[in-house]
């Protein structure tokens, strides 16, 4: 069974960093797209970043430049390095991996910004 499970979040002032991890249980992780994503109260869940099998890497425009997304998948590990962290940045952020028609979700992690 696939379980992901994030960790890292908490209260930042802006302009400060935090770096989310997602833990994958399961053989697939290495094989696997993973994603982060974010939800803001009040708003839709959202894209943050991407990153293939094979390392390449996607992101929303609104965290380009500021976040990096990586993996290492001798330890079924997924990063969201989070810097020049603005206050719209706050929200839940959630991991996501995909493989073949399969989709599992991590339980989230907040992450506050304050001003």
């Known amino acids: 069974q696939v379980r992901l499970v994030e960790s890292g979040g908490g209260l930042v002032q802006a302009g400060g960093s935090l770096r989310l991890s997602c833990v994958v249980s399961?053989?697939?992780?290495?094989?696997?797209?993973m994603g982060w994503y974010r939800q803001a109260p009040g708003k839709q869940r959202e894209l943050v970043a991407t990153?293939?099998?094979?390392?390449?890497?996607n992101y929303a425009d609104s965290v380009k430049g500021r976040f990096a997304i990586s993996r290492t998948n001798a330890k079924n590990t997924v990063y969201l390095q989070m810097n020049s962290l603005k206050p719209e940045d706050t929200a839940v952020y959630y991991c996501n991996l995909k493989y073949l028609t399969q989709t599992y979700w991590g339980q989230g992690t907040q992450v506050t910004v304050s001003s």
């Open positions: 399961g053989s697939i992780f290495s094989i696997s797209f």
């Open positions: 990153i293939t099998s094979g390392g390449t890497t």
